[in-house]
């Protein structure tokens, strides 16, 4: 699976879950920051290749961000405490496509 992003999950209930979670495209030729927390505000602990893909866990209000899908508080939980704004994921959708942290 070429540019797809793997992570260890924490937790039993990550790990049930991941059997069913979806990758969702990061948006093209972004290198996208992966913050420790919901916001522009929280330290940047990695960043993503260009062409990444992402699971969702969970989505949860964080800053405004504008971005390659529009601007929106909306941040995606891809790990333990690893969060990405939903304006530079494609879920198909401006509103949450999961359940809130």
Sequence with gaps: M???VFLVLGGAAEASAAANLVYYDVAPGARLNVRNGPGTSYQIVRT????????????TPGSTVSGYYGTSNIWD?????DYVSDTYVHTGSDGYVTSHC
């Design 2 to 4: 070429a540019g797809a």
């Design 77 to 81: 939980r891809i790990g333990p405490d």
């Design 48 to 59: 993503l290749p260009t062409d990444a893909k992402v699971p969702i866990f969970c989505q």
